[in-house]
C-alpha cells in the first residue's frame, strides 16, 4: 500500500464569541457583553456573503469590525481572504500580517500570512513564519512542504533537503516526500543521490511496483541502462507479474539495438494479463510512435499478433479493433481495415472518426452502395455532420439514385453553412444531380453559386461547360468556362476535349480540331469520348474516312457504346 501524505482541507471556521478577546468572556460574571454580540452578529453576516462570493458586501461588514476594534484578528483574516481572492495581493498581505500579529497563537492566521509572503516574493520573512509555525507545531506536514518550497524558490535546494530531512525523521520515508528530494538531487545533476532515495523507498514498501518502475525510469533518463536492466530483471524474478517491468526493458532492449529481445519483452508484457487492455493499447500507441518516430522497418505481424491478443483479453473493447484496423491500413489490407473498424463502431458507435475511416475505406475501395448504407448509419448517430451528408449524397449520385443525392446534398449544403469549402464541393455535385434530373435551371444555379465564390473551381468549370455543350444552350458562357479552364491547366487532355467540344457546338470546327488533337498528343490513351468527339469533329470538316478510323477507335475503348457502332456501320454523324 502506497503511503501519501494526507493533505487536510478545512473551512476555517473562526470562534464567534468574543473573537478580540481570544474566546474569553467580556464581563466578570462569564457573560457576553452586548458589543461582542452586535459584533458576532456582523461576522455572520459577512460569512454569509463570504460563502455566496458576494465579497463587496462581505467586506463591508469586516470592516465594520475592525472599524469598531482594531484588534479583532478573524475579521482581519477574512478581509485577507477577500483580497487574496480578488488578486490585491498588498491588501492580502497587509491584513494577514494584522491578523497573525493579533493572534499569535493561530496557526492559520499564520500560515495565510506566509504563503501570502512567498506569493509576493518576500521569501525571507515567508521562512520566518513557517519556522515559527514549525515550533509551534512541528508535526505540521503542510507546514514542513511550504518551508520547502520557501526556500526552493530561493535556488536554497540544501536547505529544502534538511527540511524534507527533518519530516522524513517525523513521519517516516513517504512517496511525496522522496518525489521532492530526486526532483532536486536530479536538478543538482546527483543522479546516485536521487537513485539512493528511491532505494530507501522500494525498501519501505517493497510489494509496490510502481516504485520499482519510477527508480527504472530515472536509471534510463539518465542513460544507466544496464543498471535499470539489472534491477528490472532481478525484481522480475521474485514478481514476474509485474507487466511494466517488461514493457521497460522492451524499450531498453530497443534503445541499445536489440530488436529481438525487445519484442520477446513486449509479448511477455501483452501476454501479462495483470496488464488492462487500455493499458496495453496505451504500450502499443507508444509502440508504434517509437518505430515511426525511429523510421525502423514495420513487422506487421508482431504489431497484429500484440493487438489480437488485447482483444482476446477484451472482445468487446472498441479502442483494440481501432489499433487492429489502424495498422491493417499501414499494411495494405483495406477491406479488412474496414471490417474492423466496424467491430469497433460495433462496441462503440460514438467514435466519429472512425466512421469517417470506415466512409473513407468505402470511397477508395469504390463501393457505393456499402459507402450509403455505412453514411446512413453513420448519421443516425451524428446527423448534424455536414460531410457524412455529402458522402452520402455522393454515393447515391454514382449509383443513379439522383433524386435521394439531392435531398442528402441538400442537408449536407444547409449544416454547411460555416465551411465554404465544403459548401462548394456540396453544391459541385448538386449541379452534377440537377442536371441528370434534367432541372437545368437548378443545376445551372447550383454551379454559379460555386463560381460566384470560387471562379477557379476546376471540377465546375469543366462539368458546367460540358453539359452546357451537350444541351447547345448558353454557348458563349461555356466558351468562357472551357477557356478559362484550359487556360489554368493547359496540359490536362480531358480539359482541352471539353473546351473542343463546346468549340464544336459553335460550329467552330477547326479550332475544335486543333484543340482535340492537341489533347490526343498530351494523353493517346484518352477516353472513348475524346476518339468520338475527334471523329464528330472530323466529319464536320468532310474528312469521312478518318472520322470512321477515330470511331473505330473509339468503339475499341468501348465496345458496348451503340451509337458510335451506328456511326462507323452507316458512316455517318448521329447527334
Known sequence: MKTGIIKI???????????????????????????????????????????????????????????????NAGAFFMLSRI?????????????????????????????????????????????????????MHPGDIENYLALADAYMVQNKSSEAIKVFDDLERTIGVNEEITRQKQLIFLNQNKVDAALKEGDKLMKSEPLEPEFLIQQAQIMMANNRLNEAIDLLTENLKHNPAIGE???????????????????????????????????KLKILGNYILSIDERKEPIDYNQLLSLTESVIQQAPQEAK????????LVK??????????????????????????????????????????????????YFPNQAFLWHQNGMGNYVLKNYEDAVAS??????????????????????????????QYTKSDAAYET????????EYVLNNYSYFLALRKQKLDRAKELSTTLISKYPNNASYLDTHAWVLYQQNDYQNAKKIIEQAL????????AVYDHYGDVLYKLGDKARAIEQWKKALSKSPENQTIGKKITTGELIE
Open 83 to 135: 483580497e487574496n481572492l480578488q488578486n490585491n495581493l498588498d491588501k492580502a498581505t497587509s491584513y494577514a500580517e494584522k491578523a497573525q500579529s493579533i493572534d499569535k497563537e493561530n496557526v492559520f492566521y499564520q500560515k495565510q500570512y506566509g504563503e501570502l509572503l512567498v506569493k509576493s516574493k518576500r521569501y525571507k520573512e515567508a521562512v520566518e513564519v513557517f519556522r515559527k509555525i514549525e515550533k
Open 450 to 457: 460555386v463560381l460566384k465564390d470560387a471562379p477557379d473551381f
Open 521 to 528: 498528343t498530351i494523353n493517346p490513351n484518352s477516353s472513348a
Open 245 to 279: 517491468a517488461n514493457v521497460l526493458l522492451s524499450e531498453i532492449y530497443r534503445k541499445k539495438g536489440d530488436i529481438a529481445k525487445s519484442n520477446e519483452q513486449l509479448q511477455k508484457a501483452f501476454a501479462n494479463k495483470s496488464l488492462t487492455a487500455d493499458i
Open 331 to 380: 499494411k495494405g489490407e483495406p477491406e479488412k481495415a474496414r471490417e474492423a473498424y466496424l467491430q469497433a463502431v460495433k462496441y462503440d458507435s460514438s467514435i466519429f472518426e472512425v466512421w469517417l475511416a470506415i466512409i473513407e475505406l468505402d470511397s477508395k475501395l469504390n463501393q457505393m452502395k456499402e459507402l450509403v448504407k455505412h453514411s446512413e448509419k453513420a448519421l443516425e
Open 409 to 438: 446534398l441538400q442537408e449536407a449544403g444547409r449544416l454547411a453553412s460555416g465551411n465554404p469549402d465544403l459548401k462548394n464541393h456540396v453544391n459541385a455535385l448538386l449541379g452534377d444531380a440537377w442536371n441528370e434530373l434534367k
Open 9 to 71: 482541507y478545512f473551512l476555517c471556521f473562526i470562534p464567534l464569541m468574543g473573537m478580540a478577546q481570544k474566546g474569553r468572556p467580556d464581563k466578570k460574571d462569564g457573560t457576553v457583553s452586548e458589543k461582542d454580540l452586535q459584533t458576532e452578529a456582523v461576522f455572520v453576516e459577512g460569512m454569509k456573503y463570504f460563502i455566496a462570493e458576494d465579497y463587496a458586501n462581505a467586506g463591508k461588514n469586516f470592516k465594520v469590525i475592525v472599524d469598531k476594534s482594531g484588534e
Open 320 to 327: 483494440a479493433y481501432v489499433f487492429l484496423a489502424d495498422i
